[in-house]
């Protein structure tokens, strides 16, 4: 099973992200509550695919991205970054500092595993 | 005898005094010529003939016995002399006694002119042949004339003489000016008709003057009584008691000694009061024979009223000046003034007060170095030469405005000042009319500051984007959850339970469409959304529409359908919003239609718009809701909101997209039949209209 690491500080986003990329998307899931537990926890695991939040205290999702791209397992690892705003011109900022799609927030649950998948194999076919 | 030629001729003017001395001293001048003239005629006649005599005679002109004393030169000016005042019957005494004097002052200048002994001898000699011969000469022609003759000369003298005094009379009458005539003691001798009828008394010509010969001066009444009486006689009166107050202009001509002394007045004798410039004039009277003043009235009321009336107007327009000045100055606004090469004329107190705070130059300087732009620090040359101020609103506001000589309002730009040394951020609001002054085009510019405005603005702002964020983030946890359960994350559940859930996920999504509204809403009507306007071509987008509409129709049992086609009509418009404004008319259309019915949508000309319409067949709009139907949250019942779902926003947003795109929203309804909404966008036509892309009326230009 494919396993995504998501990295959200809001408890509520992080339960309903699990639970739909769970028993709608069949993905493994592992929640991380801040950039700094993600780059912690990021060693010993292998996700293949990491949900980074944006808007996060303390270190936001572009901090993070660089952290952890200094560690040679996650250097190429597919990363989407979750936004509540989205401007036309910033989603090509986002994918210049390293990820490779965005989904705004509030997302649906509902769509979100497609959405992970669909970025994803975009980015694969490249 | 060169020298004695010389003397004579250079000293004509001496000769003249020195007789004239003379005559003055031994009484002669009682009886000759009161003008100098006069005097200094003989005289040249005299040195002329002497100097004649000079030439022709080498030696004196000794006296013969046989001599000619009438055919000869030398004499003839004596002899032609002696006809005239014959004629005139000056007495052979007079005439030979005066002449003597002639004599003696040619005499008196040789001696005075230092000669030596031997030629001062020669001279005096030659003169006194002369003077001699002169005299024979006069009187052999004196005793040829009869004494008849002398009589006809007489009378005749006499008639001229007359004729003169006639004349003269009718002229000092005929003068337009009230003349006085004063004598040696001030009182009055004569005065003119206009004088008389400047002091209101009516009278004939010459009244004055005929009343002396009639009645003696010293039968009259006394000066004052005269004067109270109203009688027109005023000769002999002393001149003060006409006009008490020449008294002392009078002290100061005696005194000074000029020939005219000249000076205003106003003079209240008469029933209207007048203005006067009044002149005193010594008699011109070389023999001292009249002595008196001349006392001339210029009525100058006419000029003094128009000097009056013009200082008044002067005063009123300063008034006025002033007033506009005051309003200029205090109006609330900054104002300045400026030609169309920017360069300021004139500005008001708050610019001076808000601006110049450090003694800037302002007048004549270009709006950023007067105000203190940073722009202008930019490049030595100041306002207009700096990188930013290519892009300068301002500028680009004012130069516009000069060369279209068309209004523009209310600008609004962020700018940073240098005030007092310190660097002062502000939000104002410009706006510059064209205005003409002395001939030339200027413009009138107004800044207002807006930061207090813009602040709370941006408070607002903040607040509703803030308070929308935190009513939208726990609202997506809410409908996520929800929408989780629903699919079965946890398994199926039970009837009841998945009634439940659709209640509370249906009402989170009304919450969030509720919320999304007013935020688009505030969004529209402050401005912050600009409407990307671009000519586009409205059938597409409504073929476009209507197919992205249909599912949601299906649902209501209504089918879509387009009616009348405009192809290749095409309207200013932003596409998205567009988009949006006939999608929420349909659904619309689409909830309050009856069931199996049809919406169409259409689209045709009215007048010079593009107008897109949108029909159902349905309830209609009730009457007591007709006027309410664009207003915020408007809906008819409260029943709709529970039953179609929406928050009463939908109508509201579409009219504020419409006018901000310049178009007019509307529409018409039949209760119980249908109902049409429409919407009119002006129509692009290539060739009329110029750049296609800009803002939306009314948009503003966020800070540069």
């Not at chain 2, 000759?32 to 200094?40: D, F, H, I």
């Not at chain 2, 030659?126 to 022609?141: A, P, Q």
């Not at chain 2, 009837?495 to 505030?522: C, F, M, P, T, Y």
């Not at chain 2, 000519?535 to 009348?564: C, N, W, Y």
Request: with cysteine.
């Amino acid at each position: 099973m494919q396993m995504v690491m998501v990295i959200e500080d809001e408890p509520d986003i992080q339960v309903i992200a699990r639970i739909a990329l769970e028993k709608l998307g069949k993905f493994d899931v592992a929640v991380c509550g801040s950039g700094a537990e993600a780059v912690r926890i990021a060693q010993n695991l292998n996700p293949d695919v990491i949900l980074l939040d944006v808007m996060m205290p303390e270190m936001d999702g572009p901090a993070t991205l660089k952290k952890l791209r200094e560690n040679p397992k996650l250097s190429s690892t597919p990363v989407i970054f979750m936004t509540a705003k989205v401007q036309p011109g910033e989603i090509e900022r986002y994918k210049k500092l390293g990820a490779i799609g965005v989904i705004t927030k509030p997302f649906d649950p509902m769509t979100l595993p497609a959405a992970v998948r669909e970025i994803w194999s975009n980015a694969d076919a490249k | 005898m060169e020298k004695l030629q010389t003397l004579i001729s250079n000293n004509e003017e001496w000769l003249m005094s020195r007789v004239l001395g003379y005559a003055q001293d031994l009484g002669y001048s009682k009886y000759t010529s009161t003008l100098k003239e006069a005097w200094r005629i003989s005289i040249s006649g005299l040195s002329a003939s002497l100097l004649t005599a000079l030439e022709t005679y080498r030696k004196s002109p000794e006296l013969g016995p046989d001599d000619d004393y009438i055919n000869n030169p030398v004499t003839a000016f004596g002899i032609a002399e002696a006809q005239k005042h014959r004629e005139r019957g000056v007495p052979l005494a007079m005439f030979l006694g005066l002449m003597k004097y002639y004599r003696q002052s040619y005499i008196d200048l040789v001696e005075k002119a230092g000669f030596e002994f031997e030629y001062q001898e020669k001279c005096c000699r030659f003169i006194d042949r002369f003077f001699d011969r002169v005299e024979i000469g006069f009187c052999m022609k004196w005793a040829e004339l009869s004494r008849d003759k002398a009589v006809e000369e007489q009378q005749n003298a006499n008639l001229l003489m007359t004729n003169e005094k006639n004349k003269y009379l009718t002229i000092f009458e005929s003068i337009a000016d009230p003349a006085i005539l004063l004598d040696q003691d001030n009182r009055i001798e004569n005065m003119n008709q206009a004088a008389v009828q400047m002091l209101n008394k009516g009278s004939t010509p010459g009244s004055q003057y005929y009343r002396l010969l009639q009645d003696s001066p010293f039968t009259r009444e006394e000066p004052d009584e005269a004067a109270a009486s109203g009688s027109n006689y005023y000769k002999g009166l002393h001149i003060t008691s006409l006009f008490p107050w020449i008294k002392k202009y009078l002290e100061t001509f005696a005194r000074g000694g000029q020939e005219k002394s000249v000076f205003e007045r106003e003079i209240k004798e008469t029933d209207n009061a007048l203005f006067f410039e009044i002149s005193l004039a010594r008699m011109q009277d070389v023999s001292e024979k009249f002595r008196g003043i001349v006392v001339t009235l210029h009525d100058e009321t006419g000029y003094a009223q128009t000097e009056k009336a013009l200082k008044l107007a002067l005063k009123e327009a300063e008034v006025q000046r002033l007033n506009w000045q005051a309003i200029f100055r205090a109006a609330p606004v900054g104002i300045m003034l400026m030609d169309e090469d920017l360069k300021i004329v004139q500005i008001n107190d708050v610019i001076r007060r808000d601006f110049a705070g450090d003694n800037r130059h302002i007048i004549g300087e270009q709006p950023g170095n007067a105000l203190g732009c940073i722009y202008s620090l930019e490049d030595p040359r100041g306002c207009g030469y700096g990188e930013s101020c290519r892009e300068c609103l301002i500028r680009k506001t004012l130069l516009e405005v000069a060369r279209s000589r068309e209004t523009v309002r209310g600008r609004e730009v962020l700018r940073a000042f240098l005030i007092d040394g310190k660097e002062v951020q502000f939000w104002f609001s410009i706006s510059a009319e064209p205005v003409t002054i002395d001939g030339r085009g200027h413009m009138l510019v107004t800044f207002e500051n807006i930061t207090e405005r813009k602040k709370i603005e941006q408070m607002k702002n903040e607040i509703v984007s803030v308070v929308s964020h935190e009513l939208r983030t726990p609202l997506t946890s809410i409908t996520g959850s929800l929408g989780l359960l629903r699919a079965g994350a946890f398994g199926d559940m039970s009837e009841g339970a998945v009634d439940l859930i659709d209640i509370a996920k249906r009402n989170s999504e009304r919450l969030v469409r509720l919320i999304n509204d007013i935020l688009d809403i505030d969004r529209i009507e402050s401005g912050q959304s600009a409407l990307e306007l671009r000519p586009l071509e409205i059938m597409p987008l409504i073929e476009q529409t209507v197919d992205a509409s249909r599912g949601f129709a299906h649902k209501f049992g209504v089918s879509l359908e387009i009616g009348d086609r405009l192809p290749e009509a095409r309207v200013v418009a932003d596409g998205d919003r567009l988009v949006q404004v006939v999608t929420n008319l349909i659904s619309n259309a689409v909830k309050f239609s009856f069931p199996d019915k049809a919406v169409k949508v259409s689209a045709l000309h009215h007048g010079g718009s593009i107008r897109t319409c949108v029909t159902n067949h349905g309830q209609g709009i009730p009457e007591e809701f007709q006027s309410r139907i664009f207003g915020k949250f408007a809906q008819a019942h409260s029943s709709d909101a529970h039953e179609k779902g929406g928050a009463g926003l939908g109508l509201n947003i579409c009219k504020a997209i419409v006018e901000k795109m310049g178009g007019h929203i509307g529409f018409e309804s039949e209760p119980g039949a249908s109902t049409t909404f429409f919407f009119d966008l002006p129509e692009w036509r290539e060739q009329e209209n110029g750049p296609a892309k800009k803002t939306a009326a009314g948009g503003r230009e966020l800070h540069d």
